[in-house]
């Protein structure tokens, strides 16, 4: 077994010849590891202790800033452990099962978020869609039970496939094209639903805009049974949170994808491929930063939020 692991990360390995690299990257995770997990940790405690906030809504904006603080607390300390093993040279297994555990991480997080991202704009639809049933057809129950299957499978797909992840050989394509795939019906469903959901809304806009010249003179007001401003902006606060995540992961899945299509007609130039494998790991880096930006996204556009992690954060300093 050790040999085999020995030739699967020799390639990765390899990489991290340069002491510069380890030593940058080290730094970087670091450095992003503590903003993200405390900053997540923010949201999540004041999610917690705010009654009003207990809503199915808000219970799914607290899964996705739960895999964000678990990236900051695992995944990107794993990416520090991971560069100082090959800057102090430890072995080829340490290095490997490092990097294998690493990408069974990261690979779950990034599942998680992509498909809470997927949950948050399809309840949103449903929001507008439903309005009045809203609330008996999407309950808490319901949506911890979805949250809890999608982390028990998120975690359990990588973890069976432990030995083919960071590897080398042709079964790894397959592995990289499936997620690829996945990924994008996951990104075309959210697109529809944002897609779906504004255009309700506009339809709802549009006719309450519309009312009748008896009522207008009878000073009556159309009737509507949905906030159309509050839902918008709650529309559009998480569609910028998809956008962002987006922007942050598409490096590194386009950059993966070449690397893994192209892997093999790269062989013969060594350099060619180093340069798209560092394309990957830098790719990486950029990806994992999305797990700060959230929390900003959150208190930069989410009243609610803001207002709890002010009193969370008053409440500390008066503790110290």
Request: glycine share 2%; aromatic share 12%.
């Amino acid at each position: 077994m050790g040999d085999i692991q020995d030739e699967t990360c020799a390639f990765e390995r390899s990489q991290y010849d340069n002491p510069n690299h380890p030593l940058v990257m080290s730094t970087m995770y670091s450095t992003a590891a503590l903003v993200t997990t405390v900053l997540n940790f923010l949201i999540l405690i004041s999610i917690w202790k705010t009654p009003s906030l207990h809503k199915p809504s808000y219970i799914l904006i607290g899964s996705l800033a739960l895999s964000d603080f678990l990236v900051g607390a695992i995944g990107e300390p794993l990416m520090v452990i991971l560069n100082i093993a090959a800057l102090k040279g430890w072995s080829n297994n340490i290095f490997c099962l490092v990097l294998k555990c690493t990408t069974c991480v990261v690979f779950a997080f990034s599942a998680i978020s992509l498909v809470t991202l997927t949950f948050i704009s399809m309840d949103r639809l449903l929001a507008v869609k439903l309005r009045n049933r809203y609330q008996c057809v999407v309950t808490k129950k319901r949506v911890f039970y979805a949250l809890l299957t999608v982390w028990i499978i998120s975690w359990v797909l990588p973890a069976t496939l432990f030995d083919k992840l960071s590897s080398n050989d042709t079964a790894f394509l397959p592995l990289v094209l499936f997620v690829g795939i996945l990924a994008l019906v996951l990104v075309v469903t959210i697109t529809i639903s944002y897609s779906m959901a504004f255009y309700s809304l506009r339809k709802i806009t549009s006719s309450s805009v519309s009312p009748s010249v008896q009522n207008s003179e009878a000073g009556a007001r159309p009737s509507c049974n949905i906030d159309v401003a509050k839902y918008k902006k709650s529309l559009t606060t998480m569609f910028v949170v998809f956008i962002f995540t987006i922007l942050f992961y598409a490096p590194f899945i386009c950059t993966l994808l070449a690397f893994a299509v192209t892997a093999d007609q790269q062989l013969s130039s060594l350099l060619s491929l180093d340069v798209t494998y560092m394309g990957v790991l830098a790719s990486e880096l950029i990806g994992l930063l999305n797990s700060a930006m959230n929390p900003l996204l959150y208190l930069w556009r989410i009243r609610d939020i803001r207002e709890a992690v002010k009193t969370t954060v008053k409440t500390v300093f008066k503790i110290f």
